[in-house]
């Protein structure tokens, strides 16, 4: 069998993420790995409320177009991340993740260069993986992020990628946000080079401090593809998101769309419109960033009281997580083998996320702070100190 399957597949492996999924199902666990929302924090009862009115009418159940007043919703949303565009550049997509897929699948023919960096989010990685690409890495800092100067000096030097993938706010998984400059300046880089940038923004509205710093894509229309979700802000489980792009761009995206899953979920899109436009999302979004502010703090709190004389770590404008960064002589993956089997707490080692060899990735480690409350914040942290206690003698 596996010789009748693509060349890729060969060498292809299980993602990390699903075998988390399953690795922690179990109630001993305390999972800080998966950049799970808090269960706690959806809106169910104003989405059961949308779902009832919208089941009153049966074509929604049926096959359909995209709901038109779900994107002037999302239209309305992207001119806060300060993106003015109309509803004809918004495409919907089954989640952010799907969004990647399309615009990879447009963007990318077999063996052709993509430019990264060097630490980035694994589900990017995945979505190109059949394509075999050359992938160039810069280099990236979890305080600073993206190295624009890398990139620049890249592009000068002749390379001309398919695509630029950047997670400009609340990194996954080093959790930098990207300053005005450096997005402006990458922006820049994008229209100069004539190379699109993928910005994947899925943490771009759960900002906790007092101003937001617009989308890479507000600085340039053209050459910046956008991917939003709902994901984080609403549930996962309406796998709803969007990508905002220009016409021409759109009209392909609906063609490769169809030959994957023909459209998104049309009941799907009608609930989420319908709570949209009740005006209730803004309170909500409002208690989430309450929320995942206090469960950060909670954890940067215990960070500090169980492990600050031998780890570091930066606290995170925007996003769900915080990246650990232990001395070199700490193997984040050896440090996970024995975290799962004596002290029942999970997360993801650094090198799960390493395009390339990293030795800053491999002494590393992402928790997630917005799955726990304040109780299983703290006993996680307690627990994992422990471990790296035993590994420092």
Known sequence: MA????AWTQV???????DMLELTSGPEYISFGLGLPSTECFPAEQLARSAGEVLQQSDHLQYGPPTERLKQQIQRLMS?????????????TAGAQQGINLLARLLLDPGRTILAEEVTYTGFLQVVEPFQPRILTVPTDPVMGIDVEQVEMVLQAGERPACMYV?????????YTLSREKRQKLAQLAADYEVPIIEDDPYGFLAYEDSEIPAVKSFQPDWVYYVGSFSKILAPGLRLGWIVAGGEIVEKLSIVKEAADINTGTLTQQITANFLQKDEFTDHLQHLRREYRSRRNCMIDHLCTQMGDYASWTIPSSGLFIWVRFPESVNTMELFRESVTTEKVTFFPGNVFAATQSQMAASSARLNFSFNNHDKIEEGIARLSRLVKRHRK
């Open 3 to 6: 010789q009748r399957l693509a």
């Open 80 to 92: 806060q991340r300060g993106v003015q565009c109309s509803t004809s550049q918004i495409f919907l």
């Open 167 to 175: 997670i400009p706010s609340g990194h996954n998984p080093l959790s």
């Open 12 to 18: 292809t492996k299980r993602s990390a993420l699903q």
